[in-house]
């Protein structure tokens, strides 16, 4: 065996590969991870959805059409994944809140409420209906949050503007980093004598240490302090991908980065080895499975064509809903659009139906039926199923 | 240049070290995609702020869709460099390996003259910083040193590059002997700056006439059957992606196919079981900064791998920071500020791992982070050899 043959390369950098490489790394096999890019992870709110069709999500699941991948990981593992998924984030210092009893609500940017499962600790407080006490700060100069939007909603709200001296997301939250800057901000804060019970600020509150700053000011204010997550770049999705991807390489696992794999060994009914387009010669990796976890059409994953939708690495058989017509509804923003049922059907070891191949299993967005928008079922669904595809492929590791 | 790929998710803006720290800076998909929509080649570049990118390519890696911001920008500063007068630093900086076989020759003059207080004015008058001490010149380059022999049937090429060869020939005479200890027959080509100096100061001329002279130099030993073999991971950046790219030099092609970092041939050699390295015990505990240019060479990590199969090693591998030095990029007083900063951030994350000593492929990254940290920092080939008890022998 070569140096660098692995047991297992997982292609996709998202949820559902980082959980499922990190599980299966844990196991002490020798994992790779491939990536093209950084996942479109980086661009949500860091928050889990696991199903919002229900106020306790497990419910919620049991209610999703027959179809639904959800109904392939057995209970047991998802409060498994999900308490995993808890204890690597606070491993981290970037614990999240909640739990699989129930949903609970976010407050966003626009002033309507997002349903999800787990928060950032950072988002914790965040109001549960309009009539709550909020204060909120903005940035002087920060074009993607505008307290207005809030205020409409909520009766009860004010808001007060800091100058940071820079005006992106990115750039006051590096300034956070700073503590310094923070004393700064937290005695300016002390000033503005807020009255309300809570005080909101966007998602800027620092890169890595997010929740210990917000425990400082908390401290200091002597009330809760809650992030409200923004447009991208969004600091809570960039959170909890380095903490993902942390975690998977304490365990030892390797990350193949600008590595998007264009072609594929095989014999018989195993894949050898995935290739990458390089500007030299072609690089190959070897592995003994694969899990195939890039995600849906932003992802990567999928391409939709004029009349059919292709898998982008193996051109795996893809369940297309029906004729094009039949893949959008009129309505823009209807949750019904027929090409979010678009993806991968697996079987019940989460290998892909009517593969040529025994050692690919698949997981994430890229499953079909799943319709993650009309659902809710995002990243804890990406959890779930990552772990439940990594426990199928080492019990089918060849 | 696919800037019409770019979906706006700003994913490379995050990834962007100078703009973390630098607010003068747009990022990555402004400079990059959105602007090219504006640029013509009829009319004069303007946007002077082009020139705060550090080229270290992070932007490329992160982006999902394939765009490469960086090399939008890299052209961007081309012709900003063609249409404004060059400032001294970038003249300097461009002509490197010039400079560099002076100071050479008159190592121990220029090694003493560069630590003096007038020195450093006048390196400062010229826009030169100078918050961490210049390389020391060798006065026996390892171009110098080496004789090359010819009796194995796997054939070396070893484009040692510039720091290798004018700083820290100790290095290069250690590749060498343990890729003879494999039994393999190493030969320096005859060679020049890779170019990438030149490039990165906006002197694409002075980039192709150093890239068309290596180019027909290592072309013989790849028709004669030579695997070329680099160490500095910008030298490879330049071999296998620019001379193709940006500079379109003819033959190019030949040469990245042909073209290997040090630690990925060795794990070639060994997954071909060519050769089975008898790796002993290194008790250290190690922080692998990972160089920007390693991880844009899109190689992964191969010494990372290496590094593992040495028992008794611990080796933590970091590679979310630039070391902000970037070459010649944060030797110039302009962008000091930022080389500082995020030196100090990449520095106060290897100190948060324990380690006891640095390790990194590139010589720029180990100046700064040694520089600034005041810890060792090793090429991993040092660590390598170490291990396989190669020693320096003059």
Same mark, same amino acid.
């Given at each position: ?295 849906? =059409? &932003?992802? $990567?994953?999928? !391409? %939709?064509?004029? +009349? ?6 193996? @051109?795996?058989?893809? =369940? &297309?809903? $029906?004729?094009? !017509? %039949?893949?959008? +509804? ?6 019904? @659009? ?61 | ?394």
């Amino acid at each position: 065996m070569s140096v660098i043959e692995y047991d297992v390369i997982i292609i996709g950098a998202g949820v559902a590969g980082l959980t499922a490489g990190a599980w299966l790394s844990e196991q002490g096999l020798k994992v790779a991870l491939v990536t093209a890019g950084e996942p479109t992870a980086c661009l949500s709110t860091g928050c889990i959805d696991v199903c919002a069709k229900n106020d306790d999500p497990l419910q919620g699941i049991a209610h999703l059409s027959q179809d639904h991948p959800f109904h392939l990981v057995s209970s047991g593992t998802i409060r498994q994944a999900l308490d995993d998924f808890q204890q690597i984030m606070a491993a981290m210092n970037m614990p999240y809140t909640g739990g699989l009893e129930n949903n609970r609500r976010v407050l966003s940017a626009l002033g309507t409420f997002k349903t999800t499962c787990l928060t950032p600790v950072t988002m914790q407080a965040s109001p549960q209906n309009e009539n709550e006490r909020i204060h909120i700060i903005t940035f002087a100069g920060l074009k993607d949050f505008y307290p207005g939007y809030i205020i409409s909603r909520f009766k009860n709200a004010s808001f007060s503007t800091y100058d940071a001296g820079v005006s992106t997301t990115m750039g006051i939250a590096a300034n956070f980093e700073d503590e310094s800057f923070l004393e700064a901000f937290i005695l300016w804060l002390e000033k503005q004598q807020v009255r309300e019970d809570k005080i909101a600020v966007p998602a800027v509150l620092g890169l890595e240490s997010a929740a210990a700053i917000i425990k400082q000011i908390e401290y200091r204010l002597e009330r809760p302090v809650f992030e409200i997550p923004t447009i991208p770049p969004s600091m809570p999705g960039r959170r909890l991908f380095n903490g993902l991807k942390d975690h998977f390489r304490r365990k030892g696992g390797m990350i193949y980065w600008g590595w998007p794999v264009v072609g594929v060994e095989k014999t018989g009914r195993q894949i050898e080895a995935v290739m990458a387009q390089s500007q030299g010669r072609p690089n190959s990796l070897n592995a003994r499975a694969f899990i195939l976890a890039t995600g849906s =059409f &932003v992802g $990567g994953g999928l !391409e %939709a064509k004029r +009349d059919t939708i292709v898998e982008k690495v193996f @051109h795996l058989p893809v =369940f &297309v809903p $029906g004729e094009r !017509e %039949a893949w959008f +509804d009129q309505d823009y923003f209807s949750m019904n @659009h027929g090409i979010g049922r678009a993806g991968i059907a697996v079987d019940s070891s989460f290998r892909p139906v009517g593969c040529p191949w025994d050692n690919i299993f698949v997981c994430g967005a890229i499953l079909a039926h799943t319709e993650a928008l009309k659902n809710g079922c995002g990243h804890g669904f990406a959890i779930a199923t990552g772990q439940a595809a990594a426990k199928s492929c080492l019990e089918h590791l060849p | 240049m696919k800037y019409e790929h770019c979906i706006r998710c700003t994913i490379c803006v995050e990834n962007c070290p100078v703009f973390r720290v630098n607010p003068a800076f747009p990022g990555p998909k402004q400079a990059g995609p959105d602007a090219q929509r504006f640029r013509s080649n009829r009319e004069k570049s303007a946007d002077e702020w082009v020139l705060s990118c550090s080229q270290c390519k992070r932007c490329e890696m992160a982006c999902p869709c394939g765009v490469e911001p960086a090399q939008i920008i890299l052209r961007a500063q081309q012709k900003y460099g063609l249409e404004h007068p060059h400032t001294a630093a970038h003249l300097l900086f461009a002509n490197n390996y010039y400079l560099s076989t002076l100071g050479s020759l008159t190592a121990p003059l220029a090694n003493r003259f560069a630590a003096t207080k007038i020195g450093k004015k006048i390196f400062q008058r010229m826009g030169i910083a100078t918050y961490i001490p210049f390389p020391k010149f060798s006065f026996k380059t390892l171009r110098g040193s080496m004789k090359s022999r010819s009796r194995e049937t796997r054939k070396v090429a070893f484009f040692y590059g510039c720091f290798i060869n004018f700083y820290r020939p100790d290095i290069g005479r250690k590749i060498i002997r343990m890729l003879q200890s494999f039994k393999i027959d190493v030969v320096l080509p005859p060679q020049w700056c890779c170019g990438l100096p030149a490039l990165g100061n906006g002197n694409l001329a002075l980039a192709r006439s150093f890239a068309g002279k290596n180019i027909a130099s290592l072309s013989n030993y790849v028709d004669a059957g030579y695997d070329v073999v680099y160490t500095c991971t910008s030298c490879g950046l330049c071999l296998l992606h620019d001379y193709q790219g940006i500079m379109e030099i003819p033959g190019a092609k030949k040469i990245a196919e042909n073209s290997y970092d040090l630690h990925e041939y060795v794990l070639k050699l060994i997954a071909e079981r060519e050769i089975k390295p008898q790796f002993k015990e290194v008790n250290r505990t190690l922080a692998y900064h990972i160089p920007c240019h390693l991880r844009a060479l899109e190689i992964g990590y191969p010494a990372a791998n290496l590094m593992q199969l040495i028992p008794g090693l611990t080796c933590q591998i970091l590679d979310d920071n630039c070391c902000g030095l970037n070459g010649s990029y944060g030797f110039k007083k302009i962008n000091e500020v930022t080389a500082l900063q995020l030196g100090g951030r990449a520095v106060s994350l290897i100190k948060k791992t324990g380690a006891e000593a640095i390790v990194a492929d590139c010589g720029s990254c180990r100046m700064q982070l040694a520089g600034l940290s005041g810890m060792d920092a090793f090429d991993p080939v040092e660590i390598i050899c170490e291990s396989l008890g190669i020693k320096d022998k003059k």
